[in-house]
């Protein structure tokens, strides 16, 4: 398979190859998420990981030149107008158009280039690692968020309940 997510995948064996512990300790240190390509509607994955990372404590900038504003939050054209540090860059666009978004996540100071599922550019990892940034490839930072604390669910939400079997609402107690 190379889907990114399994054992074999390149992802996993390449030299951006990030363990699980260093995305655990990724996610535990920065809380400042630039979400570049964060979309309005509701629909969009981005605007789903957006949510969760919200409701998990994150601080979530939305950036992308389309939008005003996203879940309540002003939307910036690029990651140069966002005030403030800016600790992950988590990239949803299309692999041709992270090489300028890495250029920028270096010039503001990112700590760490987070690329989504199905985002991979070896290139601009590298620029972003020769210039002292982590880097994340082919990942969802709500899914790794959710696997290694516990958020996971149907609807990505935690439930706190530990099974393999649907909770029937409709029964009595």
Known sequence: MTDGVSANSPVNSGRFATTAAGRIRILERYKRIAMVGLSSNPFRPSHFAAIYMLSEGYDVTPVNPREKEVLGRRSYPSLRDVPGAVEIVDIFREPAAVPPIVDEAIAVGAKVIWMQLGVVHEEAAERARQAGLEVVMDRCVKIEHARFFGGLS????????????????????
């Open 154 to 173: 149907t609807l990505g939400l935690n439930t706190g309940v530990i099974s393999s079997q649907r909770r029937n609402h409709l029964s009595a107690k």
